[in-house]
């Protein structure tokens, strides 16, 4: 039943490092999400996606990138990791734009630790 | 952008006590209100949501009030039960910011026998 799959549960990175993270949705959806959540920040939006190779930054895009080749796919990528981006990192999916979400789903997380 | 402000940041109730939640959002052309519920080392789900059309809606024990003139909306949970205890989120969508949410902090709620 699981329909965002993220790749890693977890992660330990060293700092410098380039990292992938990655996303996979089986429900067609347009829209992709990356956010990260941090105890008392709630859930900050990094990057998102409404289409095959489309990327818009959300409120946080500092240090990322992302990518997106096919529909399903998503990816998150930290060129250079740093100490400050220890985070969890959630993934979610969305159906078309229009009136409004539908069927925001999110991923289980990757908890990426850099050391 | 779009700002939402969520309180408390925790709470703490007796069972079968209710709990509510409170957000207020910044942009008056908001219109999906959702609400997630976040149990410990699992993913957030999606417990119920409103539209800028409604102003209460109820699931069973869970209830959301939107006040679109105040910009707030809030989650009420009635006779709560330990398996109540999580982070909830609320969340808001206006059409002008594209087709994503903007989420609260979030609220640790505990349900203490």
């Known amino acids: 039943d699981v329909k965002v799959t993220q790749s890693s549960r977890y992660l330990v990175k060293r700092t410098g490092e380039k990292v992938f993270l990655e996303c996979v949705q089986d429900m067609d959806h347009e829209n992709m999400f990356w956010y990260r959540q941090d105890p008392g920040l709630g859930l900050r939006l990094i990057y998102f996606?409404?289409?095959?190779?489309?990327?818009e930054k959300g409120d946080i895009p500092e240090g990322y990138s992302v990518s997106r080749e096919k529909k399903e796919r998503f990816s998150l990528i930290l060129e250079s990791a740093s100490t400050n981006q220890t985070s969890m990192y959630l993934c979610a999916s969305s159906l078309h734009r229009g009136t409004g979400p539908r069927g925001y789903t999110f991923g289980s997380g990757t908890r990426l630790t850099v050391v | 952008g779009e700002n939402v402000e969520q309180h408390p940041s925790t709470l703490s109730v007796q069972e079968g006590d209710s709990a509510v939640i409170k957000c207020t959002y910044s942009d008056s052309a908001s219109n999906y209100f959702p609400w997630y519920k976040q149990e410990l080392g699992k993913r957030p789900q999606l417990i119920i949501d409103?539209?800028?059309?409604?102003g209460e809606k109820k699931d069973q024990r869970i209830a959301v009030t939107l006040n679109k003139t105040a910009k707030h909306f809030s989650l009420h949970i009635t006779e709560t039960q330990p398996e109540d205890s999580a982070v909830y989120f609320c969340a808001a969508f206006f059409t002008g910011g594209g087709n994503k949410l903007t989420f609260g902090t979030g609220t640790q709620l505990k349900v203490e026998l």
């Open positions: 409103i539209r800028s059309n409604v």
């Open positions: 996606s409404y289409d095959v190779k489309m990327k």
